[in-house]
C-alpha cells in the first residue's frame, strides 16, 4: 500500500498509524526537514528502510542523514528509473528481514516453549551462547549466569560404557556426535544418565561456529513413567472396586430371591427395585468413566477458533446449574445471582470451544460437588488475558495433597468419589490455551480455582 503526505508532520502521523516498510521523503520540508522526521521515524521502528530525495550537495547535510542511518540517496532532479531501482533494492531487503525475523521467532518459539529436550548451544570456544527453558531447569542455572561461560564449568559428560570423560575438544567437533548412554555430571556432584547427541551449527556460508548438545534427561523420563503407570493401576482397581461392589450387591440380591427369603410380594417388590437401583448406578458408573475417558483422549485434538468467552461460560453455567440445584447451591456470577447478568462485557479468544467449555465444566462440579451452601464465579479482563475464578465454601483442600490434584487419576484419600481425572484436564485443556491456573484453598472455608488465559487485547 501506499501512503502520501504533504509535510513532514503528516508523514509522522501516517508512519505512526502504518508503519510502513520504506519511507521515500524530500529533505527539505516546511516547518521540520526531513532528517528530524527520519528520526523520529527511527525512535518509532528501527528497521524501516528510508529513501531520502535530495538537491542539497552540502557535506553537513550527508553527515546528519547518515547519522540518522538513511538508506538511500537519490539526487534531484529525480530520475525516475533510479528511484524505482533505490525502492526495489530496499523492498527486496525489508522483505528478507521480515522472512529472517518471522523465521526466527518461530525458532524461537519451538526452542523455548515446544521443545521437550534440553538445548545448549556453545561457540566454537566452548562458551554457552543458548540455553533453552529445559536445559536451565535440568543445569539448574539460568541462561542469563551460563551465558558466556565455558560449558565445562556447567556440567561434564562420562561415557558410561568405557568411563572416558569428554573433553571440550571431544564436543567442539564439526560432526555428530552420539550421547546415547552418557552420564552428565552437575558440579554438585548430581548424576543423571542422559540420551542425546551434539550437533555441530554452521552459518550462511556453512562455516562452523558452533555446537549444539540436545539431550534427555532419562532419570527424569523413567521417573514419569512410573509414575503414570502406578497412577493408572491405582484407577484401575478403584475402577474394579467401583464395578465389583454394586455386582455383589445385586447377586446378593439376585440370590435371595432364588432361595425364596422375600417371601411376601412387597418384599420381593423391594428387592428387585433394589436391583434396578444398582443396576442404573453401575452404568452411570460406566458412562462417567467412558465419557471421561473420551474427554482425555479429545484433549489432543485442539482445534482453535475465534471465540467470546462469555458465551461460553454462559454455556457451560447453564449446563451445571441442574446438579447445583439438586444440591440446593446458590451460585454468584459477577457479583449477581444467578446467570442473568452474565455478559459484562465481550472478551474475545482464539481458543477450543469443546475444551474451555469442558474446562469449565469441570471446575463448577467439582464446586458442586464440595460447597456447603455457594459457589462464586468471577471473571474479567486484565489487559491480554482473561481471569476466571471459581470458588466453593467447601471443606479446602489440605496444603500437602495442592501439588498432586493436577495429576491423572489422583484423588485425595477420602473426597467424593471421582476418576481423579477432571482437574488433570482442566491443566490440559489450560495448557493447550497457554494459560495458568492456581488454587488457593483454606480448609473448612473453601477453595478457590483461578485461571488465566490469553485473550485479544
Ligand atoms: P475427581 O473426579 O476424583 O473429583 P479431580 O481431578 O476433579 O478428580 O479432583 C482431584 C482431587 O482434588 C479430588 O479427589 C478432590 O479431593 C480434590 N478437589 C478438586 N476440587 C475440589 C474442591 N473444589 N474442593 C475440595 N477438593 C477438591
Given at each position: 500500500?501506499?501512503?502520501?503526505?504533504?509535510?513532514?508532520?503528516?508523514?509522522?502521523?501516517?508512519?505512526?498509524?502504518?508503519?510502513?516498510?520504506?519511507?521515500?521523503?524530500?529533505?527539505?520540508?516546511?516547518?521540520?526537514?526531513?532528517?528530524?522526521?527520519?528520526?523520529?521515524?527511527?525512535?518509532?521502528?528501527?528497521?524501516?528502510?528510508?529513501?531520502?530525495?535530495?538537491?542539497?550537495?552540502?557535506?553537513?547535510?550527508?553527515?546528519?542523514?547518515?547519522?540518522?542511518?538513511?538508506?538511500?540517496?537519490?539526487?534531484?532532479?529525480?530520475?525516475?528509473?533510479?528511484?524505482?531501482?533505490?525502492?526495489?533494492?530496499?523492498?527486496?531487503?525489508?522483505?528478507?528481514?521480515?522472512?529472517?525475523?518471522?523465521?526466527?521467532?518461530?525458532?524461537?518459539?519451538?526452542?523455548?516453549?515446544?521443545?521437550?529436550?534440553?538445548?545448549?548451544?556453545?561457540?566454537?570456544?566452548?562458551?554457552?551462547?543458548?540455553?533453552?527453558?529445559t536445559a536451565q531447569y535440568i543445569i539448574g542455572c539460568l541462561v542469563e549466569h551460563a551465558h558466556g561461560r565455558?560449558?565445562?564449568?556447567?556440567?561434564?559428560?562420562?561415557?558410561?560404557?568405557?568411563?572416558?570423560?569428554?573433553?571440550?575438544?571431544?564436543?567442539?567437533?564439526?560432526?555428530?556426535?552420539?550421547?546415547?548412554?552418557?552420564?552428565?555430571?552437575?558440579?554438585?556432584?548430581?548424576?543423571?544418565?542422559?540420551?542425546?547427541?551434539?550437533?555441530?551449527?554452521?552459518?550462511?556460508?556453512?562455516?562452523?561456529?558452533?555446537?549444539?548438545?540436545?539431550?534427555?534427561?532419562?532419570?527424569?523420563?523413567?521417573?514419569?513413567?512410573?509414575?503414570?503407570?502406578?497412577?493408572?493401576?491405582?484407577?484401575?482397581?478403584?475402577?474394579?472396586?467401583?464395578?465389583?461392589?454394586?455386582?455383589?450387591?445385586?447377586?446378593?440380591?439376585?440370590?435371595?430371591?432364588?432361595?425364596?427369603?422375600?417371601?411376601?410380594?412387597?418384599?420381593?417388590?423391594?428387592?428387585?427395585?433394589?436391583?434396578?437401583?444398582?443396576?442404573e448406578h453401575l452404568l452411570n458408573t460406566i458412562e462417567d468413566t467412558s465419557c471421561l475417558l473420551k474427554e482425555?483422549?479429545?484433549?489432543?485434538?485442539?482445534?482453535?477458533?475465534?471465540?467470546?468467552?462469555?458465551?461460553?461460560?454462559?454455556?457451560?453455567?447453564?449446563?451445571?446449574?441442574?446438579?447445583?440445584?439438586?444440591?440446593?447451591?446458590?451460585?454468584?456470577l459477577n457479583n449477581y445471582e444467578g446467570v442473568h447478568h452474565c455478559g459484562i462485557r465481550h472478551i474475545t479468544?482464539?481458543?477450543?470451544?469443546?475444551?474451555?467449555?469442558?474446562?469449565?465444566?469441570?471446575?463448577?462440579?467439582?464446586?458442586?460437588?464440595?460447597?456447603?451452601?455457594?459457589?462464586?464465579?468471577?471473571?474479567?479482563?486484565?489487559?491480554?488475558?482473561?481471569?476466571?475464578?471459581?470458588?466453593?465454601?467447601?471443606?479446602?483442600?489440605?496444603?500437602?495433597?495442592?501439588?498432586?490434584?493436577?495429576?491423572?487419576?489422583?484423588?485425595?484419600?477420602?473426597?467424593?468419589?471421582?476418576?481423579?481425572?477432571?482437574?488433570?484436564?482442566?491443566?490440559?485443556?489450560?495448557?493447550?490455551?497457554?494459560?495458568?491456573?492456581?488454587?488457593?484453598?483454606?480448609?473448612?472455608?473453601?477453595?478457590?480455582?483461578?485461571?488465566?488465559?490469553?485473550?485479544?487485547?
Amino acid at each position: 500500500m501506499l501512503f502520501s503526505a504533504y509535510n513532514a508532520q503528516e508523514g509522522l502521523d501516517l508512519f505512526s498509524i502504518h508503519a510502513p516498510d520504506i519511507v521515500v521523503t524530500d529533505i527539505n520540508m516546511p516547518n521540520m526537514d526531513g532528517i528530524q522526521m527520519v528520526k523520529k521515524i527511527r525512535k518509532m521502528r528501527q528497521d524501516t528502510k528510508i529513501i531520502v530525495t535530495t538537491a542539497f550537495n552540502d557535506e553537513e547535510y550527508f553527515i546528519r542523514a547518515i547519522d540518522a542511518k538513511v538508506d538511500s540517496f537519490i539526487k534531484k532532479p529525480i530520475d525516475p528509473y533510479k528511484l524505482l531501482e533505490a525502492i526495489e533494492k530496499n523492498a527486496i531487503d525489508a522483505i528478507h528481514k521480515r522472512e529472517i525475523d518471522e523465521k526466527s521467532k518461530l525458532i524461537d518459539l519451538i526452542l523455548n516453549n515446544s521443545v521437550g529436550d534440553a538445548v545448549i548451544a556453545v561457540d566454537v570456544n566452548g562458551n554457552v551462547i543458548f540455553m533453552n527453558p529445559t536445559a536451565q531447569y535440568i543445569i539448574g542455572c539460568l541462561v542469563e549466569h551460563a551465558h558466556g561461560r565455558p560449558i565445562s564449568e556447567m556440567f561434564t559428560i562420562k561415557n558410561d560404557y568405557n568411563n572416558e570423560t569428554f573433553t571440550l575438544k571431544s564436543f567442539i567437533r564439526d560432526e555428530v556426535v552420539d550421547l546415547t548412554n552418557h552420564i552428565l555430571m552437575l558440579p554438585g556432584g548430581q548424576l543423571l544418565t542422559i540420551y542425546g547427541y551434539t550437533s555441530p551449527i554452521r552459518d550462511h556460508n556453512n562455516g562452523f561456529i558452533g555446537v549444539a548438545i540436545i539431550f534427555q534427561d532419562l532419570n527424569k523420563l523413567k521417573q514419569a513413567q512410573e509414575r503414570l503407570s502406578y497412577q493408572r493401576e491405582r484407577f484401575i482397581s478403584v475402577l474394579i472396586h467401583d464395578l465389583k461392589t454394586p455386582l455383589i450387591a445385586i447377586s446378593g440380591y439376585a440370590r435371595r430371591l432364588l432361595l425364596g427369603k422375600a417371601k411376601s410380594d412387597e418384599e420381593k417388590l423391594k428387592v428387585v427395585n433394589n436391583i434396578k437401583d444398582i443396576s442404573e448406578h453401575l452404568l452411570n458408573t460406566i458412562e462417567d468413566t467412558s465419557c471421561l475417558l473420551k474427554e482425555k483422549a479429545d484433549l489432543r485434538t485442539f482445534i482453535p477458533e475465534h471465540l467470546q468467552f462469555d458465551k461460553i461460560l454462559t454455556m457451560a453455567v447453564i449446563n451445571c446449574l441442574p446438579a447445583m440445584e439438586s444440591r440446593g447451591l446458590s451460585l454468584t456470577l459477577n457479583n449477581y445471582e444467578g446467570v442473568h447478568h452474565c455478559g459484562i462485557r465481550h472478551i474475545t479468544l482464539a481458543g477450543d470451544q469443546r475444551q474451555l467449555i469442558n474446562m469449565i465444566e469441570n471446575l463448577l462440579s467439582n464446586a458442586t460437588k464440595y460447597a456447603k451452601s455457594s459457589i462464586w464465579v468471577n471473571y474479567d479482563k486484565e489487559d491480554v488475558s482473561v481471569r476466571l475464578t471459581v470458588t466453593d465454601d467447601g471443606p479446602g483442600i489440605d496444603e500437602g495433597y495442592i501439588d498432586k490434584i493436577f495429576d491423572p487419576y489422583y484423588q485425595v484419600p477420602g473426597s467424593i468419589k471421582g476418576t481423579g481425572l477432571g482437574l488433570y484436564s482442566v491443566k490440559k485443556v489450560v495448557e493447550n490455551h497457554k494459560g495458568f491456573i492456581c488454587v488457593k484453598s483454606h480448609i473448612n472455608v473453601g477453595s478457590t480455582f483461578e485461571v488465566s488465559l490469553p485473550c485479544d487485547p
